[in-house]
């Protein structure tokens, strides 16, 4: 990802996303490193802006292509690994989960799910996620809490695979975890993959609508749009 300054997650940058995904897949990927030419942000999570006062059919169409983001990410039939060189907080961290493993650079970034820490609410299909990384108990906590962890409790609590020195040893230990899928036989692997991912999967796909209506009512609140504008501007003063 190279959207200065921290690979926000706007319409633009998830059609980017989703697009080399989709291209990836028809390519018949061997593999990826999803990962950022940011020093210190891997991803800064969702565009504030583009739930900030937005105008109802760029917010549907910035909803939607986050889920294919995510739908075709999560379900890849190539492996994927994240090599997070930066801050993962919200969307980051989503981006990060949806990958097979994840290495990360410490140890003074943090990852997480923050959203509850903003006024807003993680959609299922995060919780999903951080739930089959980490364990319902320790998600219930990381969620409810908006936790961010460090580096070294990420590791602990299986939110994280490997720590890195640097980006270039997290890319040499994602070529690594890479090396060793590519002698399986592919087919069996990625079958394996999607069995174990489809329960997660077919949640979002059998309720998308419902889903994007939630976002679009929610973005919609007076109560959500004070506490986006106030977060704005805190960013705004650092
Ligand atoms: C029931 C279902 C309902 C569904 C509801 C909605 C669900 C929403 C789901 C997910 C939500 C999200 O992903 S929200 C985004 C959450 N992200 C964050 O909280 C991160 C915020 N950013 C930071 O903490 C920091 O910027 C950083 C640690 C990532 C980097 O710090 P650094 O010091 O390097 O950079 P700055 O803070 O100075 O930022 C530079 C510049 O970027 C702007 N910025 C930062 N983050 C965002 C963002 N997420 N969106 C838009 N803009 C962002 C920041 O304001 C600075 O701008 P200026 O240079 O103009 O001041």
Request: charged share 25%; proline share 5%.
């Amino acid at each position: 990802m190279q959207k200065p300054p921290v690979n926000s997650l706007n319409l633009d940058l998830l059609v980017a996303l989703r697009d080399t995904l989709v291209k990836l897949e028809k390519e018949k990927c061997k593999g990826m490193i999803l990962t950022s030419e940011s020093p210190s942000v891997f991803s800064a999570g969702l565009d504030i802006m583009e739930m900030y006062r937005p105008d109802h059919n760029r917010a549907r169409k910035f909803w939607t292509t986050l889920q294919d983001t995510w739908i075709k990410l999560y379900s890849s039939p190539y492996p994927t690994v994240a090599a997070i060189n930066g801050h993962s907080p919200a969307g980051g961290c989503l981006l990060a989960l949806s990958c097979e493993y994840r290495v990360m650079v410490g140890p003074k970034f943090t990852i997480g799910l923050n959203e509850t820490q903003l006024g807003i609410v993680a959609p299922f299909w995060f919780q999903d996620c951080m739930r089959n990384a980490i364990g319902e108990r320790q998600a219930e906590l990381a969620l409810t809490l908006g936790k961010m962890f460090s580096v070294d409790e990420a590791l602990k609590v299986g939110l994280i695979d490997e720590i890195a020195k640097d980006k270039a040893d997290a890319i040499s230990k994602a070529e690594d975890f890479l090396d060793e899928q590519s002698g399986l036989p592919a087919l069996a692997r990625s079958t394996v993959k999607v069995a174990f991912r489809e329960a997660t999967l077919n949640r979002l796909l059998k309720n998308r609508e419902a889903d994007t209506k939630m976002f679009l009512d929610f973005i919609s609140m007076p109560k959500v749009q004070q506490a986006l504008e106030m977060y704005m501007q805190t960013l705004k003063k650092k």
